[in-house]
């Protein structure tokens, strides 16, 4: 399940053909994965300026986790203010109810969110964030510093000094998407070339 950030000033979701998680998961396809967006333009900017999770992503990620048949693996992949509903959807589930969590470029300035998905996948939770990012920067409450994130999270914080709040910047910055590919692979068992 890929949480999306805000819908913005363009006509397209922050996550789509052009930009999912593709590029960090070898076996996220759109046959395994469902993106969930986040609409509302004008909302969609408050909400992202003030932390807040989208009640339509919240409820759609709980009635897609509630559907899912047993013996089904769910990863959650989250982008910028997606981070908070996928946290809301989180707080709902045991440890080891999620596969993976990879939390791109969190637009949040606390560290609840992400905790509730890391409790749900044992502790194993990546968190991808710029020490740059403009588009964090203007969020009221988007910013958490990366001392904060590291001193929560460890290891599994990458940081990157690229100036943009793009996903797929954050993937090509430093290389770390490709560490980030190559840790989820051994993790997991698969074959990344």
Not at 147 to 170: A, I, L, P
């Given at each position: 399940?890929?949480?999306?950030?805000?819908?913005?000033?363009?006509?397209?979701?922050?996550?789509?053909?052009?930009?999912?998680?593709?590029?960090?998961?070898?076996?996220?396809?759109?046959?395994?994965?469902?993106?969930?967006?986040?609409?509302?333009?004008?909302?969609?900017?408050?909400?992202?300026?003030?932390?807040?999770?989208?009640?339509?992503?919240?409820?759609?990620?709980?009635?897609?986790?509630?559907?899912?048949?047993?013996?089904?693996?769910?990863?959650?992949?989250?982008?910028?203010?997606?981070?908070?509903?996928?946290?809301?959807?989180?707080?709902?589930?045991?440890?080891?109810?999620?596969?993976?969590?990879?939390?791109?470029?969190?637009?949040?300035?606390?560290?609840?969110?992400?905790?509730?998905?890391?409790?749900?996948?044992?502790?194993?939770?990546?968190?991808f964030?710029?020490?740059?990012?403009?588009?964090?920067?203007?969020?009221?409450?988007?910013?958490?510093?990366?001392?904060?994130?590291?001193?929560?999270?460890?290891?599994?914080?990458?940081?990157?000094?690229?100036?943009?709040?793009?996903?797929?910047?954050?993937?090509?910055?430093n290389?770390e998407?490709?560490?980030?590919?190559?840790?989820?692979?051994a993790?997991?068992?698969?074959?990344?070339?």
């Amino acid at each position: 399940m890929d949480f999306a950030g805000i819908q913005g000033l363009h006509t397209h979701q922050s996550l789509g053909p052009w930009a999912d998680f593709g590029r960090w998961h070898p076996d996220h396809f759109t046959s395994n994965s469902e993106i969930i967006p986040n609409k509302g333009i004008v909302s969609g900017f408050l909400r992202a300026f003030f932390g807040l999770a989208n009640r339509d992503q919240v409820d759609t990620g709980k009635a897609i986790v509630a559907a899912a048949p047993a013996g089904v693996n769910i990863a959650f992949d989250t982008y910028s203010n997606g981070v908070n509903a996928a946290g809301k959807v989180a707080q709902g589930m045991e440890a080891g109810d999620l596969q993976s969590a990879t939390v791109v470029g969190p637009n949040t300035g606390f560290p609840d969110a992400v905790q509730s998905m890391d409790q749900a996948d044992e502790d194993t939770t990546q968190i991808f964030i710029s020490t740059n990012d403009p588009a964090l920067a203007l969020a009221f409450f988007g910013s958490q510093s990366v001392d904060d994130w590291t001193s929560e999270f460890g290891d599994r914080v990458h940081v990157t000094g690229q100036f943009s709040h793009n996903r797929n910047k954050y993937h090509d910055a430093n290389s770390e998407g490709r560490k980030g590919e190559l840790e989820y692979c051994a993790r997991y068992g698969f074959s990344c070339n």
